[in-house]
């Protein structure tokens, strides 16, 4: 986080696309036109060999910065980079364009709460384009920018342009849960229309990159319904030489969801013990209330047994408990996934152990329809599957609460993260043995 910055002032946004559609350009431009680059970046970019023959710095390389990357010209790992203006804080997330690599364009897309999908007004919407689309939607990334890059190439062509835009609108109703789509027409190597208008579309009446990332609204896109608070370490002070610390045990941890307030009723699961919170704790002093996602120290009334792994809950809008799990996964290792694999499966602050149980479908990428039964998934397929966990996960539905729906699968032995996955709304919620939550 960076200093001074609310988690929810803060915009997190990927760019993603296929092989040289310029994503790393793009961001290049985006810190070079806003002045969020230092001198000796600067002087190092002009230094450098990698000069065009126009004369222009290579911008990619402010976020390229392996050699492989810079020898081949594409990216391979995601490059984190932040930068600010006077209206909005950013962390943006440069993620590789190749096949190859859709496993990083999903790590670096997974905390977003927008993605810039890149598209080659020459190409066209291609395989990648799609693939990075559904992800963005599977992902459950709220707002999505198609940037058509390399106008500049294409005459600035607006008929190109609505092309473009209607290729995405012919299968944009299949992932309805992308509700903010926007279509802005750019050039990454020029500049036109990612921090300033540009005057070579005219026909274009919307918002440059910069200013659409400045004012898109984020605020409500963290789940404020239903508390939901993973422990992640019990807090014992041990100060013998302060009173005040010598019987403090806090829950610390980062709020997933809701708001949680002095005084409010709560259920620790999977349990099923209740108590009271006494005191919220933060870095900077107590507070009245907090709210998903900040991260905060909890005192209950009570002194219970409780760990890490555990979750506490509000009296109301109680999440499922269970350990046989519907998901969709992002298969993300060469060794293809079959029936009966035993994993370790990481879940908000614990790690259980998981077998898949079923493989029910595969995503075909081109037509986004189900294919059934598949004997396995390979690396980069998507599809939905069973899996049992050796305890039961404190959860709720992907699409309800981004960080309470979502788990990775990590190979025993070599501690490998080999998927992504995304839960299915459970079947049924927590039903507590008492109903009145009285303490």
Known sequence: MLPGSHPIDILRFNTCGSVDDGKSTLIGRLLYDSKNLMEDQI????RSADITGGGQINLANLTDGLRAEREQGITIDVAYRYFATPRRRFIVADTPGHVQYTRNMVTGASSANLSVVLVDARQGVIEQSRRHTYIAALLGIPHVVIAVNKMDLVDWSEARFR????????????????????????????????????????????PPLLRHLENVHIASDWNLEGLRFPVQWVNRPHAPRDPALHDFRGLSGQLAGGIVRAGDKVLVLPGGLRSTVRQIHTFDGPLAEAFSPQS?????????DVSRGDMIVGADHLPGVGSDLRAKLCWMH???????????????????????TTLESRINIATYDEEPDPPQLLLN????????????????????????????????GTNLTVAAGMLQPPAELYKPEYTDFAI
């Not at 002087?43 to 002009?46: I, K, N, V």
């Not at 939905?384 to 981004?402: E, F, H, I, M, W």
């Open 43 to 46: 002087e190092a970019l002009e």
């Open 163 to 206: 092309e473009i835009r209607e290729q995405f609108e012919a299968f944009l109703p299949r992932l309805n849960v992308l509700r903010d789509v926007k279509f802005i027409p750019i050039s990454a190597l020029n500049g036109d229309n990612v921090v300033d208008p540009s005057p070579r579309t005219p026909w274009y009446e919307g």
């Open 296 to 304: 905060v120290t909890l005192l209950l009334a009570d002194d219970l």
């Open 334 to 356: 060469q060794k293809p996934l079959v029936r009966g694999r035993k994993f370790w499966l990481k879940h908000t602050t614990q790690t259980v152990q998981a077998v898949v």
């Open 381 to 412: 397929d998507i599809g939905a599957v069973r899996l049992q966990t050796s305890k039961p996960l404190v959860y709720d539905g992907y699409a309800q609460n981004r960080l309470t729906g979502a788990f990775i699968l990590i190979e025993p």
